[in-house]
């Protein structure tokens, strides 16, 4: 046995004594240890191995490698838990700044805005389908709901991906997909082309501030379970469907098209109408239209949708 090999089992001992006593401070905390577990057989003439069993006990020792009580006493890093409590307290963020925009707008029947607004309504009862929680929701998830390191990181994953600028962009596009498809079902193609027609912008309200999807839904799943036998339900379905159409041509007042021909293009004048700016189609330009039309224009909806929509 050399020097060296004599000094590297002393400080593997040390450092499995001062190991031992981390996880029996764990279990005080309520922490299951059976997953941890920073011991292992290391042949002791191996001076290199030695050392660097030593340097693996010295970081689990440290105090940069803690640890919290998921679920059942489920152990889950410390950091891990701390990052996770930091995408929620942006996702708050969020969530406080859609409620400042849209809080004191009005809610949509089919008979137009009603004296009720988002906050108020929200404030009532738990409204389904708004993208941020109701108004006075605030996310604060105590690590013993956590089960898992793999279950709080689907957690952070799914609020990473609300909190992304792109978020109602795509969540705008899976419910007109949704909605096409279902409306299939209802046999009322004025249903199915009012949907096709509104403007991202629209749909937005539609889907936000009035009770139009829960409506549809229902309407839905009435066709599909072939609740439509008799002759009052008919009258009931008519009366649904109106009701749904009124309801988009609300949405249509409060949420204007533009107008191609209120549409300037850089570069176009009265003889030449077809030349325009290369780097920014007429498409694009109609849906930046749309959006700086709705918020300046539109009494009701003021607030700027573009970090939204």
Do not use: C
Request: hydrophobic share 30%; charged share 35%.
């Amino acid at each position: 046995m050399t020097k060296a090999n004599e000094n590297a089992r002393a400080k593997v001992k040390d450092a499995e004594r001062r190991a031992r006593g981390k996880i029996k401070r764990l279990q005080k905390k309520g922490i299951r240890t059976g997953s941890i577990s920073p011991f292992k057989n290391v042949d002791q003439s191996n001076t290199r191995e030695l050392n660097r069993y030593y340097n693996s006990l010295e970081k689990f020792i440290s105090r940069s490698t803690r640890f919290v009580a998921g679920a059942d006493g489920t152990p889950i890093p410390y950091n891990a838990y701390r990052d996770y409590r930091r995408v929620e307290k942006e996702w708050n963020k969020v969530h406080n700044k859609y409620w400042r925009k849209f809080a004191d707008q009005p809610f949509l029947t089919a008979y137009g805005e009603t004296d009720t607004t988002m906050g108020m309504r929200s404030r009532m009862g738990h409204v389904k389908g708004l993208p941020y929680g109701d108004i006075d929701y605030e996310r604060m998830t105590p690590a013993d709901k956590i089960r898992s390191l793999k279950d709080l990181q689907r957690r952070k994953k799914a609020l990473e991906t609300e909190i992304s600028p792109s978020y109602q962009r795509k969540r705008t596009k899976e419910l007109r997909k949704n909605m096409l498809e279902f409306a299939q079902y209802l046999n009322n193609p004025k249903i199915v082309n009012a949907i096709k027609k509104l403007t991202n912008e629209q749909l937005f309200v539609l889907q936000n501030f009035t009770d139009f999807v829960p409506l549809f839904y229902h309407r839905y799943n009435g066709s599909v379970d072939g609740q439509n036998d008799t002759v009052t339900d008919a009258m009931e379905d008519e009366a649904m469907n109106d009701h749904l159409l009124m309801t988009i041509e609300q949405v249509k007042a409060s949420a204007p098209k533009a107008k191609r021909s209120d549409i300037k293009i850089k570069g176009q004048n009265k003889k030449d109408k077809t030349k325009g700016v290369k780097n920014k189609t007429a498409k694009t330009l109609s849906r930046e239209y749309n959006e700086r039309n709705f918020v300046e224009n539109s009494s009701k909806y003021s607030a700027d949708l573009r970090g939204f929509v």
